[in-house]
């Protein structure tokens, strides 16, 4: 299940994403799977990525799990 997240705010200490679809356009509430998302700065070592997208993998045996990956785009 591909995610995606657009730069909606920078507080103190970390990024606040947004959940969007692939153009960038927020999603209703009623639709969102994950909502807001914090990143802690310190986490992309000074750059500030305008768009993430996770690929969310739901499992739980060691071949799942092996597979999970997260993309950073914009960086």
Do not use: W
Request: proline content about 3%; hydrophobic content about 35%; overall charge positive.
């Amino acid at each position: 299940m591909e995610i995606h997240f657009k730069l909606f705010r920078i507080t103190k200490g970390a990024l606040r994403y947004q959940e969007c679809d692939k153009q960038g356009v927020p999603i209703g509430s009623k639709s969102v799977k994950i909502g807001a998302l914090y990143v802690r700065k310190t986490a992309f070592n000074g750059s500030v990525p305008s768009q993430l997208t996770i690929d969310l993998v739901v499992g739980n045996d060691e071949e799942t799990l092996e597979h999970v990956k997260v993309g950073i785009e914009g960086i």
